[in-house]
């Protein structure tokens, strides 16, 4: 969205009058304190281009060249007249050509020792100023058209007629009055054209000077302007010190042309600037450099008839001509095109550029941001920081001659992404069955909005195994973000279970049987999650156990894949009663004779058949004999032969013959019994 503000109109310059204008030339003790001057930068608004034409002369002493020039002055054909520091003046066509040279170096008639300005009246007479504070007489002297030397006039002192420190700027008005600054002696000298003395007026600094087509006379007077009537009388002033627009420091020279326009060397500004008839400020052009429209410390100035302008560019050792100033053309603001930025924040940096303004007549030296009434900031390009929603900003460019323009932005700061959600801790998350669950939760966080409430929605049986969703919610107000949670309860625990103690039972009496149903207590089995689980023991109790030791296996199933198994022993024992005679059962030793068969009976209560002893059974082996013992005679022995085991059905018993040792007289040892039900039975014996 564009909008236009259309810049004020620069006066138009007017063909000049016929009586040329001169130059302000400062005195040598200013001159002298050019260097200084030409080391300021001017800080202020950049200048435009002063319609650069040609350069008139050039560095050095030959004819057409110039030293540290000072004064100019244009006569009524648009010839330029300069002074410099060769101590001479040197004439140029307005095609800018060397014409000629006139004068020397010196104190005499016709000479200079330190010129510092130059005028020219309606008759094309030359008038030149010596600036030189030592010089006695002749500080002005005047030349005809041709150059040669006519009158001069001025002494040293304080008197009508008489300077200190010599002369500055100097001009003439209708009349060919001559109006000379005598800084010395802080004021403003009045001569005819011959150099009698007509008047004088205070003025503090005074440094050029320059006469309109009204004889009004204006006057460099420090960091001023300051105007007045021929007689001296004070019209008005204009200017102020610094380097901004209709600002100055240390203006050397000035003119006005035709319209009333007043153009001031800036010195120590390093410009030309332009004020109207009223003194309010119209224009500035040029920069510190040595570049064209460029300069170092511009001491003297002069507008032609044809509205050129010649400047002394004292620093670069050179005069530069410039063409009228044209009409001016306002900048063009360009704030660029329009933005949609995502939001950041409560405030969303957004970079404003203007860098796409262009300028007129003359360099933009300002740019401006607002929105509504309020002021943003400053520069071409410009970091904001704004809140949501739709902006107008406004850019407004202005160049250094007051022409400005302005357009308009569009910054749109959107939310078009919807909340972040964090899920909080592992997800998927597990949970053991028959704990606690506390959900971690979840945040959330907008890029516009900031942080945002979660809302969840879904439980979890943390008793029942499953799978479980939980499900978080955010809004910004636009937008809606959704996530979720699974967790799964899971049951890694086995079941706990518990088997009976290890059970013994005795085959009936009285029976064959070398095996019998058991029944044994249940075993039992929990499960934190399941509370119950299945338990399966093999073998069942009441099954038939064989005679011996049998292990039940018990496993316990939670049916989430989780078991358990613990295990115990059915022991079947034969109904052992213990040795019959001649044995005696210990702890008695049984003395035998060493060699001899010893008869070990015992019943096991029915005829259990021959298969009785476990593998190796029975055996012995050597065990300490003690005096102290219990011992009993062993009489019923047989005559040593193979051993053997025989049951005798009549009276229900076992009978096994042990072979003893011949070799075993003099030891004692134990008969060790063990039969294929497990149960061990010792008998102890001592052999003689």
């Not at 002369?57 to 006569?75: E, F, H, K, M, Y």
């Not at 010599?166 to 001569?191: C, E, I, W």
């Not at 013994?504 to 399941?530: E, G, H, I, K, Q």
């Not at 011949?662 to 040892?669: D, E, L």
């Amino acid at each position: 969205m564009k909008s236009r503000i259309t810049p004020s109109k620069h006066a138009t310059k007017k063909t000049g009058r016929a009586r040329p204008r001169g130059f302000r030339r400062a005195s040598l003790a200013l001159a002298l304190a050019l260097p200084a001057a030409l080391l300021l930068i001017w800080s202020g608004s950049a200048a435009a281009s002063c319609n650069f034409l040609m350069t008139l002369a050039t560095v050095g002493s030959a004819p057409g060249q110039v030293l540290g020039p000072r004064g100019v002055a244009t006569d009524s054909a648009g010839n330029a007249y300069v002074v410099d520091q060769n101590d001479r003046v040197q004439k140029f066509n307005s095609a800018g050509a060397f014409v000629s040279t006139f004068a020397t170096g010196g104190s005499g008639a016709g000479s200079f020792v330190s010129a510092a300005d130059v005028a020219v009246d309606v008759s094309n007479n030359v008038y030149v100023a010596d600036g030189f504070p030592e010089r006695t007489s002749g500080i002005v002297q005047k030349f005809n058209s041709s150059g040669g030397f006519v009158t001069s006039w001025g002494t040293q002192g304080s008197g009508n007629g008489q300077f200190i420190a010599g002369a500055a700027g100097l001009d003439t008005d209708s009349a060919g009055n001559v109006y000379v600054a005598d800084p010395g002696n802080h004021r403003v000298q009045k001569f005819t054209s011959g150099g009698t003395f007509i008047t004088s007026w205070g003025v503090t600094g005074p440094a050029g000077v320059a006469v309109d087509d009204s004889d009004n006379v204006y006057v460099t007077d420090g960091d001023t302007v300051k105007v007045f009537t021929s007689a001296g009388a004070f019209v008005r002033q204009f200017g102020s010190s610094g380097s901004g627009n209709g600002q100055l420091d240390g203006p050397r020279a000035l003119d006005v042309d035709a319209s009333g326009n007043v153009y001031v060397a800036d010195t120590n500004n390093n410009r030309i600037e332009k004020f109207d008839n009223t003194g309010a400020f119209v224009s500035s052009c040029g920069s510190a450099g040595n570049a064209n429209d460029q300069f170092a410390g511009p001491q003297g100035i002069a507008v032609d008839t044809a509205g050129n302008t010649y400047v002394t560019d004292t620093g670069n050792d050179r005069v530069q001509k410039f063409g009228p100033e044209s009409a001016a053309t306002p900048p063009t603001a360009n704030a660029g095109p329009d933005q949609t930025v995502e939001c950041a924040g409560a405030l969303t940096s957004v970079t404003l550029n203007g860098t796409g303004s262009t300028a007129g007549s003359n360099p933009i030296n300002s740019y401006s941001w607002s929105e509504g009434a309020t002021n943003l900031g400053s520069g071409s390009m410009l970091s904001v920081s704004l809140p949501a929603g739709s902006h107008t900003i406004t850019l407004t460019v202005t160049d250094s001659g007051g022409g400005s323009d302005t357009d308009d932005v569009v910054v749109q700061i959107v939310d078009t992404q919807p909340p972040t959600i964090n899920v909080t801790a592992p997800n998927p998350m597990t949970v053991e069955c028959h704990t606690t669950f506390v959900d971690p939760g979840a945040t959330a966080t907008d890029a516009c909005a900031g942080p945002l409430p979660v809302n969840t929605s879904g439980t979890v049986d943390a008793n029942t195994p499953g799978t479980y969703t939980i499900n978080y919610s955010a809004t910004d107000g636009t937008h809606t973000a959704t996530a979720s949670r699974t967790v799964n309860v899971v049951d890694t625990t086995p079941p706990v279970i518990s088997c009976p103690a290890n059970i013994v039972v005795t085959l009936p009496a009285n029976s064959s049987a070398t095996s019998m149903a058991v029944s044994y207590p249940a075993v039992t089995a929990s499960d934190s999650c399941a509370g119950s689980a299945t338990v399966n023991s093999s073998p069942a109790s009441g099954s038939t156990f064989p005679v011996g030791t049998t292990t039940v296996n018990a496993t316990a199933n939670d049916g989430n894949g989780n078991t358990a198994s613990c295990s115990f022993t059915v022991t079947v024992l034969y109904n052992f009663a213990g040795f019959f005679q001649p044995v005696a059962n210990p702890p008695t030793f049984n003395i035998v004779n060493a060699g001899r068969a010893v008869p070990i009976k015992f019943s096991l209560s029915g005829n259990k058949g021959l298969s009785i002893f476990a593998a190796g059974s029975p055996s012995s082996g050597p065990v300490a004999c003690n005096s102290n013992d219990d011992a009993a005679v062993l009489v019923d022995t047989i005559t040593a032969g193979s051993s053997s085991l025989t049951y005798d059905p009549l009276n229900d018993q076992y009978v096994y013959v042990w072979k003893t040792d011949p070799s075993w007289a003099g030891t004692c040892r134990q008969l060790v019994v063990t039969l294929n039900d497990g149960s061990v039975h010792t008998a102890y014996f001592k052999f003689r």
